[in-house]
């Protein structure tokens, strides 16, 4: 791991890429009152148990930390909610994400690789996340929902303002004492809101034949849902829907310009791009970290938890676990099983993963068609994202030969 760690310049934050880690697969951060999970098999139960680890975290925060309920709700914001609601919401979109509709994707995914492959070409580089990683995904979700996918710099501003960051909130000190700028991290999602609020407003007086109109038509016993139901909803969806796999496609070409040997055996044999994708989705796990509250005081990991606490699950900690998974440092696309919680476990699994696979699969297919050789350039390193919580590039140069 090493030879990663100083070959990227991995930042010691992602402390999961730099080595083994040592301590209780469960354990309290007295500097700022969250309890942390890092064992796969803690991790496994607490995503099975949404009673008791409940996906509404925002209720534990400090007061004063959140904008007042007039300016920002999470109503609809289908990761922050439990049952009965959440499965409720939830059916309303899972029929867009049908394993039919997602594969008949597949050419539209093709075509606008080789697109954006092609405008690269004709500039005479590929910086991969700028180029193809976040371009890719974005287009196509825009598509689903029914926005412009030529907005896509706007939908990257919000993204990065919402996501690249790396402050650290304490639920021990009063808000007004944290060093938190609440204005910077809530105007991107203002003005998402506001953008997508004008979209729905439109689909309400004419309709397409779209998801963001399906949202504004949908019926849940017996009612339309509110406006900023909607809203929430399309944004997750639009965040959700591309972020994810931008991180896949850039981690999996980071693996396979770190693992040569893996690079030209799936190059001899593309029946295996499947499986390189399993292994990068646990290597370099894209949301390193989960948030739950407890509901209820409960015993995990040998700790106990009282009611009302906020967990961070590390999912890049927990994929690493030796408990589940030998040499767990090795990337090994070969590992069968590879049982990972990338995209999570349960009611809250990852409703766009298949479409996430199938983005990853075709482009990395393509992307192994047409470059001879998968390798970043030396002198244009890898730039990781700051945050703490995720693993990604924000930049990955490759070299281009002629």
Not at 43 to 60: E, K, Q, W
Not at 244 to 271: C, K, Y
Not at 287 to 315: N, Y
Request: one cysteine or more; hydrophobic letters at 40%.
């Amino acid at each position: 791991m090493a030879t990663i760690v100083e070959r990227y310049d991995i930042s010691k934050q992602h402390f999961w890429l730099h080595g083994p880690r040592s301590g209780p697969a469960v354990e309290f951060d007295p500097t700022t009152g969250i309890w942390n999970v890092y064992g796969y098999p803690e991790m496994h139960d607490i995503l099975g148990d949404p009673a008791t680890f409940s996906s509404d975290t925002m209720r534990v925060l400090p007061k004063g930390l959140m904008p007042d309920d007039e300016e920002f709700s999470l109503s609809g914001f289908l990761t922050q909610i439990d049952p009965p609601e959440h499965g409720k919401l939830r059916k309303l979109v899972s029929s867009a994400f049908t394993r039919r509709i997602v594969a008949d994707l597949e050419p539209r995914i093709a075509a606008l690789t080789h697109e954006l492959l092609d405008a690269a070409r004709e500039r005479g580089r590929l910086e991969l996340v700028t180029d193809l990683a976040y371009p890719l995904p974005v287009i196509v979700i825009a598509e689903l929902l029914g926005v412009p996918s030529s907005d896509r710099a706007l939908f990257k501003q919000w993204a990065d303002g919402l996501f690249e960051r790396d402050q650290k909130i304490s639920l021990k000190e009063p808000a007004e004492t944290q060093d938190v700028d609440l204005q910077a991290a809530f105007a991107p999602w203002r003005e998402m809101t506001r953008y997508l609020a004008d979209h729905a407003a439109e689909r309400r007086r004419r309709p397409r034949a779209d998801l963001l109109t399906k949202l504004v038509e949908a019926d849940v016993d017996g009612e339309r849902l509110p406006d900023d139901q909607v809203v929430n909803f399309a944004i997750v969806l639009l965040l959700a829907g591309h972020i994810t796999t931008t991180m896949l496609l850039g981690n999996t070409v980071l693996a396979l310009d770190a693992f040569p040997e893996q690079q030209e055996r799936v190059r001899a044999d593309r029946s295996t791009i499947p499986a390189v994708i399993e292994e990068s989705l646990r290597f370099f796990t894209p949301f390193a970290a989960l948030g739950r509250s407890t509901t209820r005081e409960v015993e995990i990991g040998g700790a106990t938890i009282p009611a009302d606490q906020m967990l961070l699950l590390w999912a890049a900690v927990a994929n690493r676990d030796p408990r589940q998974f030998p040499d767990p440092d090795v990337f090994d696309p070969g590992r069968d099983p590879n049982p990972h919680l990338a995209f999570g476990r349960g009611i809250h699994f990852c409703l766009g993963a298949p479409l996430a696979r199938l983005e990853g699969r075709v482009a990395m297919e393509i992307l192994l068609d047409r470059l001879p050789s998968l390798r970043t350039d030396p002198g244009d390193p890898a730039v990781f994202m700051p945050t703490p919580t995720m693993t990604g590039v924000r930049r990955l140069p490759l070299v281009v030969q002629p």
